[in-house]
């Protein structure tokens, strides 16, 4: 168990629609970050936060957008859903923004029909 | 930006036959490496990472990993795997400097241990 949680586990939803992943960091680390994992793409890195800012962006779509919260946890919100978004969603937590260990949560499955 | 190769998508192996999975990356500034290992339906567990010093690392589960800078490699080894080691290891890297420290993973070696 990393100390990394993550909420839900499973989610299924469909095209168009717009879900809310959670994430709550190890206790003390205040940076977040958020992966995607899908067949053809991989792992890719989506976007981090420290101590609430935006630190950094990657292959995020524009229909994508975070935030992390003054108590630390930080949400993934996912619009107009597409097949294609259909992965698993994993959230990484790191004690500052320049450390690259990163501790992942089990991750949330999403699966768009 | 940095890049990550992993050379062979599936090993399979017999149990207790030593193992090496093979990672090279590119990247233009210094790096920080790692290796995780994701089991069946579960997330990404950090194995060993390379920051500076020994180039030689240690991990958990008697892991290893050696940094060669002239090669841009990071190899996996174990003497000797057990069924339990069955899992997909993923190996990462992330620049040392500047203000970004994502890490860049590739995609995946699939191990397999046959009794």
């Known amino acids: 168990d990393s100390g990394v949680t993550q909420t839900p586990k499973h989610l299924i939803t469909a095209t168009g629609q717009r879900v809310t992943l959670r994430c709550s960091p190890r206790?003390?680390?205040?940076?977040v970050y958020w992966y995607q994992q899908s067949l053809d793409q991989g792992l890719q890195f989506l976007i981090q936060?420290?101590?609430?800012?935006?630190?950094a962006k990657g292959n995020i779509l524009e229909r994508f957008s975070a935030q992390q919260f003054p108590d630390l946890h930080s949400e993934l919100n996912l619009s107009s859903l597409e097949l294609g978004d259909s992965a698993l969603y994993f959230c990484?937590?790191?004690?500052?923004?320049?450390?690259?260990?990163?501790?992942f949560g089990p991750g949330t499955r999403l699966t768009v029909t | 930006a940095q890049s990550v190769t992993q050379l062979d998508s599936q090993v399979p192996v017999f149990e207790e036959a030593p193992v090496e999975l093979r990672c090279n990356y590119s990247?233009?500034?210094?790096?920080?490496l790692f290796w995780y290992v994701q089991y069946p339906n579960q997330g990404l567990q950090l194995l060993l990472k390379?920051?500076?010093?020994?180039?030689l690392v240690k991990g958990i589960n008697g892991f290893e990993a050696e940094f060669n800078k002239s090669q841009t490699s990071f190899h996996l080894r174990k003497p000797s795997v057990h069924i339990s080691d069955t899992a997909e290891y993923f190996c990462?890297?992330?620049?040392?400097?500047?203000?970004?420290?994502?890490?860049?993973f590739g995609k995946g070696t699939l191990l397999t241990v046959n009794p």
């Open positions: 390379y920051l500076s010093g020994s180039t």
């Open positions: 990462a890297v992330s620049g040392s400097g500047g203000s970004n420290y994502k890490l860049t």
């Open positions: 990484a937590s790191s004690v500052a923004d320049r450390v690259s260990e990163q501790y």
């Open positions: 990247s233009s500034v210094s790096v920080y």
């Open positions: 206790s003390g680390d205040l940076s």
């Open positions: 936060y420290y101590n609430g800012e935006e630190r």
